[in-house]
């Protein structure tokens, strides 16, 4: 049974940084390409970035610069750190899986984190 628990989320002041974390199990690592997507209150859901068995990332326009996405194998944990935060990137913050080839289209989710940015 593949499952994505993401923690690290909170309230951190505009130009903070926080760092999610998402620990994974019941699958092999590397098998999926890992992304973070985001969903803000009244928003559709939306991918923020993504990383794949080759370790190659892709980033939404919006936090490309920013944020940066990594992993540890060995953990079998996949990071997302945020700096420089701005109010617009209050959210919650799910873990996701995908197939190779589709990272923004996930099979699994985490529950989600929720991070809230105070101007």
């Known amino acids: 049974q593949v499952r994505l628990v993401e923690s690290g989320g909170g309230s951190v002041q505009s130009g903070g940084s926080v760092r999610l974390s998402c620990l994974t199990s019941?699958?092999?690592?590397?098998?999926?390409?890992m992304a973070w997507f985001r969903q803000a209150p009244g928003k559709e859901r939306e991918g923020v970035a993504a990383?794949?068995?080759?370790?190659?990332?892709t980033y939404a326009d919006s936090v490309a610069g920013r944020f940066t996405i990594s992993q540890d194998a060995a953990k079998k944990t996949l990071y997302l750190q945020m700096n420089r935060l701005m109010p617009e990137d209050t959210a919650m913050y799910y873990c996701?899986?995908?197939?190779?080839?589709?990272?923004?289209?996930?099979?699994?989710w985490g529950q989600g984190s929720q991070v809230t940015v105070s101007s």
């Open positions: 996701a899986a995908a197939p190779e080839g589709a990272c923004y289209a996930p099979t699994y």
């Open positions: 019941g699958y092999t690592y590397g098998d999926y390409c």
């Open positions: 990383i794949d068995g080759d370790g190659s990332t």
